[in-house]
């Protein structure tokens, strides 16, 4: 089965700390990018898209819902037609508050999305004004409320700790607020400073004050016992979710699954080719309505990159990975691959292999980058 991405690179406004391929834009979304969208969708599925049969779509940004739900129910419509689908498709549109509206929620429901993703980040007004969020506490709880009465029973809240100025009372505040809105699903973030960003350059000016690596790491584990007792499964590295909610888009990535990316900066990944499209939105559509194909980096991933990306990748779930099922894909075992790099990831009580799977510790968790690290 593979999976779906579309990527709405808009934004009401561009946060501080944000890495991702957006950018600012007032009002509804351009009209001419889900034009570009459609087309290179149909270039796709006529393609090496056809033949594929996708279990779940993720429209992602950026902010999918500054367009309007006539908009998204007209793109939702065309992915349905264009590609193969199993019965039950997971589909999630990313949101933030500011751009929740009932009539959008209620179109978006009706158009067969599934899965919705708000992206709270904090649940204080100071904090979110620090990291340049153009939403209120307000807005993120009314949100919530709409989502749930458009018939939304599957809702993940995305929450970022490690924020400047924050302090472990705060990080507390913000998942109990979470909690009593009773999510589906949580995302629990450590905020990552990335070069090119805003916060970057703030750092570099000594005009961030962020918390230090012990109340960050007090920070993370706070998180996981407060969720744990109030039933949350945590099912890869920063993820939690009540039974039967993991996100199953997600989950294809982490098993090394085959995807197809759409839209500005989208990737691809398919039997061991990976296609990055061109990051631009304007050259994207360029690109797009002038008939030449979206991507302009390609990637064949030899047998040794493929299996230690599958390692890197399944190790972010606390299931950890199958060693049969590398064997069976890639002929190769961790243990004879990475030989003594393994054996002192060990020792060190970082990994831990059985005779079916290979998984990170509890002690590895809160430096799993590092850890993932040594074994690319």
């Known amino acids: 089965?593979?999976?779906?991405?579309?990527?709405?690179?808009?934004?009401?406004?561009?946060?501080?700390?944000?890495?991702?391929?957006?950018?600012?834009?007032?009002?509804?979304?351009?009209e001419d990018y889900l034009d570009a969208v459609l087309a290179e969708m149909a270039q796709v599925a006529g393609g090496w898209g056809a033949g594929r049969v996708f279990s779940s779509i993720f429209i992602g940004g950026g902010t999918p819902t500054v367009y309007d739900g006539h908009a998204l129910t007209k793109l939702l419509a065309a992915c349905r037609a264009q590609f193969d689908w199993t019965d039950d498709p997971e589909i999630t549109i990313e949101t933030n508050p500011n751009t929740v509206t009932a009539a959008n929620l209620a179109a978006c429901r009706a158009a067969g999305v599934n899965r919705l993703s708000i992206?709270?980040?904090?649940?204080?007004?100071?904090?979110?004004?620090?990291?340049?969020?153009?939403?209120?506490?307000?807005?993120?709880?009314?949100?919530?409320?709409?989502?749930?009465?458009?018939?939304?029973?599957?809702?993940?809240?995305?929450?970022?700790?490690?924020?400047?100025?924050?302090?472990?009372?705060?990080?507390?505040?913000?998942?109990?607020?979470a909690l009593n809105l009773s999510p589906d699903h949580l995302a629990l973030y450590e905020l990552s400073i990335e070069p090119g960003t805003l916060f970057a350059e703030r750092q570099k000016q000594g005009e961030?004050?962020?918390?230090?690596?012990?109340?960050?790491?007090e920070m993370a584990e706070l998180g996981h016992e407060m969720l744990a007792r109030e039933g949350y499964r945590r099912y890869e590295i920063s993820n939690y979710?009540?039974?039967?909610?993991?996100?199953?888009?997600?989950?294809?990535?982490?098993?090394?699954?085959?995807?197809?990316?759409?839209?500005?900066?989208?990737?691809?990944?398919?039997?061991?080719?990976?296609?990055?499209?061109?990051?631009?939105?304007?050259?994207?559509?360029?690109?797009?309505?002038?008939?030449?194909?979206?991507?302009?980096?390609?990637?064949?991933?030899?047998?040794?990159?493929?299996?230690?990306?599958?390692?890197?990748?399944?190790?972010?779930?606390l299931a950890g990975v199958s060693l049969s099922s590398l064997?069976?894909?890639?002929?190769?075992?961790?243990?004879?691959?990475?030989?003594?790099?393994?054996?002192?990831?060990?020792?060190?009580?970082?990994?831990?292999?059985?005779?079916?799977?290979?998984?990170?510790?509890?002690?590895?968790?809160p430096v799993a980058n590092q850890v993932l690290a040594e074994l690319v």
């Open 1 to 30: 089965m593979a999976g779906l991405y579309i990527h709405i690179p808009y934004c009401r406004s561009k946060c501080g700390y944000c890495s991702f391929n957006s950018v600012p834009w007032s009002g509804a979304g351009p």
């Open 119 to 177: 992206g709270v980040q904090a649940f204080d007004d100071r904090l979110l004004a620090a990291i340049d969020r153009s939403h209120s506490v307000a807005q993120a709880m009314q949100a919530v409320t709409l989502a749930r009465q458009a018939g939304f029973d599957n809702l993940n809240l995305d929450l970022i700790y490690g924020l400047p100025s924050q302090s472990l009372d705060d990080w507390r505040h913000s998942i109990d607020a």
């Open 208 to 217: 961030l004050a962020l918390p230090d690596d012990d109340t960050t790491a």
């Open 241 to 317: 979710a009540r039974a039967g909610a993991e996100c199953r888009h997600n989950l294809n990535y982490w098993q090394n699954g085959p995807y197809v990316g759409l839209g500005a900066g989208a990737v691809s990944s398919f039997d061991g080719l990976r296609l990055k499209n061109i990051d631009a939105p304007a050259g994207y559509m360029e690109r797009v309505k002038s008939g030449q194909v979206a991507f302009q980096e390609g990637e064949a991933l030899g047998l040794a990159a493929s299996f230690r990306e599958s390692v890197i990748m399944g190790l972010r779930m």
């Open 327 to 365: 064997q069976q894909a890639y002929g190769l075992a961790p243990l004879t691959y990475y030989g003594k790099t393994l054996e002192k990831l060990r020792v060190r009580g970082l990994v831990e292999l059985d005779e079916e799977r290979m998984w990170l510790t509890p002690k590895a968790l």
